[in-house]
């Protein structure tokens, strides 16, 4: 059985300042969603309010594209925030803008925030985000520097290991959480953004750079706070954390508990299943009741699959999804 379902992921928009290789199809344009269909800050307050909040959604994080990019992004924080029943309130985010808003979104009520951060050095990062022009990285470290700065804790750095693109950093990124209260989550690379780079590269399983690190420091179990799916292990002495978030190699689809919305109000229960997603947005415009909109979405929890990540015995996808990671909100 899955857990209670009490999380909500919520897409911003679906664009984004970064073009990642995991992320996004390799020289495809996507069709992006107009403007005027993005799901407005009242609908969303709405949705949360007087559905989501009656069937239990407790914790709720805020993904784009790039939310960063959203500009009310930080009045919908104060929104969500202000809710008496919101538990818990975080993002993702790339981080290169992060350094003019953390205090804001700090000072609006967001808790915690997890940052992409998947190389150390400048050539390999802006190898990985698409990025042709000025390096990126800097601003983004400085993102990340701001962020620990004004009190976010626990903060979250994200690492898409890509075999010989960046798995020779892995200790150097673990590294960072010695002397810091970072909290460093390796994720293993799956074929959702880019297939065919998937295929060229393949992925490599978290207990092979859990190994990496022990026979380097050791390592001991740990805990940080959260709804993810990490498993949390600490550096001796470590200040801060590693999370090993291990979809291809150690399924954890029947531990889910969360639901997707999209940036134009497609709720989907999993990440690579639309079955029986719902039109929310639609349904405002089109006069549904609240209590109509909650038997759909109480309906849509009754479908949300146990397993569906992967077969675990040939390794292939199961499920039906038509949009990329970017698009889905992660």
């Not at 089109?286 to 909650?294: C, D, I, V, Y």
Request: aromatic share 8%; net charge neutral.
């Amino acid at each position: 059985m899955n857990p209670t379902v009490d999380y909500l992921r919520i897409s911003l928009l679906d664009r984004c300042n970064f073009r990642c290789q995991y992320c996004m199809p390799e020289g495809e344009d996507l069709n992006y969603i107009l403007k005027q269909n993005l799901l407005k800050r009242d609908e969303l307050l709405t949705l949360l309010r007087e559905v989501f909040v009656p069937l239990g959604f407790r914790r709720f994080r805020l993904t784009g594209g790039e939310p960063l990019l959203r500009p009310d992004v930080v009045d919908i924080v104060r929104d969500i925030a202000t809710l008496s029943e919101t538990q818990d309130l975080a993002m993702t985010t790339n981080g290169f803008l992060l350094s003019e808003k953390a205090e804001a979104l700090h000072d609006a009520g967001l808790q915690r925030v997890n940052i992409s951060l998947d190389s150390l050095h400048s050539e390999t990062f802006d190898k990985i985000i698409g990025n042709r022009t000025k390096s990126r990285w800097k601003q983004t470290w400085n993102g990340i520097q701001k962020a620990y700065e004004v009190g976010f804790d626990p903060l979250k750095i994200n690492v898409v290991v890509i075999p010989g693109v960046n798995d020779t950093e892995v200790l150097d990124l673990a590294a960072l959480t010695v002397e810091r209260r970072w909290h460093v989550r390796f994720i293993e690379f799956m074929p959702v953004g880019n297939a065919n780079l998937f295929t060229h590269k393949g992925w490599i399983p978290s207990e092979e750079l859990r190994q990496r690190i022990r026979q380097h420091w050791g390592l001991e179990p740990a805990s940080v706070t959260g709804a993810g799916p990490a498993d949390v292990f600490q550096i001796p002495n470590a200040k801060g954390t590693l999370g090993f978030i291990s979809q291809m190699s150690e399924c954890f689809c029947d531990r889910c508990n969360r639901m997707r919305l999209s940036a134009d109000g497609w709720l989907r229960p999993c990440l690579l299943d639309e079955t029986g997603q719902i039109d929310l947005r639609s349904a405002l415009h089109q006069g549904a009741s609240f209590p109509e909109l909650r038997q759909a979405v109480r309906h849509l929890l009754h479908l949300k699959p146990e397993i569906n990540f992967k077969d675990r015995d040939n390794g292939t996808l199961t499920g039906a999804y038509s949009r990329t990671m970017s698009q889905i909100g992660g």
